[in-house]
């Protein structure tokens, strides 16, 4: 199933999902903040995950003195960017990762 990889449907992928779940259905699971997709994640869920990891991660940062390199999928990656860069959720949800470039944050 194409649950993970809703936001990267086109042509008849999308049509074919659409099909599936309905066209109300697909609006409120792409890009929903609070609705997961069937057997999967909602965002608010994923960055509950991220808020704990960054949590520690922080503490390990300042403790140890070290540099740290994070490779994350999109939505993964769109609450670590609202972390460090104090985003609404609204502008979180709005956030179009790049495929070729990176982030840099300072703790």
């Known amino acids: 199933m194409y649950w993970h990889k809703i936001e990267n449907l086109r042509g008849k992928e999308k049509e074919w999902f659409v099909k599936e779940v309905g066209d109300a259905e ?8 609070k609705h997961p997709p069937p057997k999967g994640e909602s965002i608010k869920m994923v960055e509950k995950r991220v808020y704990a990891f960054i949590r520690d991660l922080i503490k390990k940062i300042k403790k140890e003195k070290v540099n740290v390199a994070i490779s994350a999928h999109g939505n993964s990656m769109r609450p670590f960017r609202r972390y460090f860069e ?4 609204k502008e979180m949800m709005e956030l179009e ?8 944050y300072k703790v």
């Open 26 to 33: 697909f609006k409120i699971i792409h890009r929903s903040y």
């Open 86 to 89: 104090k985003l609404s959720i």
């Open 97 to 104: 990762n790049p495929w070729d470039d990176y982030f840099e």
